[in-house]
């Protein structure tokens, strides 16, 4: 298995998310967290591949030195083959992708294209100076894709998603959500959408109480809670 980290790095996250469609997101998160964080090489490198993604506000020099720094680390860090013939196997029939070319260019370069990795550094030192994006809780959306994020079975939801908003289901996916999280976010929505209702027109209002009754009779589990979650956030009242 001879791949770039951010190729295997982009293979595991997409299997974690074709697990959570395929409902086999338990026993996945299980492998994801034993079998391959558990694995020291393998636990740094996907830190650092994070880190260098992204926004920190950091001054130029600081940034420059930390690209630096972590450039080196990976380059000393080897991931065994059996560890990675482990990956291949558990991924097989994901779609290979690179959501990490950035990285991978300034880390292995290109021997035809050596200006590459000096473009990669300047892009990932740029990105490493930016403030980190502070996402709006409150933003406008059309009642059609409320409904339907609130409607939709989550398989086809998540096809529908763009790289940021998966990237944000994978963070969910990492963590571990609890009843009271749950709750207090099925209290919010339904709070808001009453409000909606009645400041709505009747032909919009029957629909949104149909969709506040199916919140309410929902039960908690990790596929309703990424639907209700996105939901909450793209509700402005």
Known sequence: MNMRFGVIKTLVENKLVKSFVDKKLDKDMKFFKNELLENKSFKRLYFIYDTLKE????DKETAEYLVDDLSKEVKSIKLNES?????EKWTKGVVKENNYTTIDDLIYGDDLKPEKKSIAKKNIVESLIKKPTVKESKKVVPISTMLKIANNNIEKTLSELNESEREEVISTLKKKPTKEEFQTIK?????KLEKLISESDEDIKQTLLETKNKIQSTEFNKKEFIKLEQLNRGLIV
């Open 187 to 191: 209290e919010s929505t339904i709070q």
């Open 83 to 87: 560890f990675l013939k482990k990956i």
């Open 55 to 58: 926004n920190k506000s950091l």
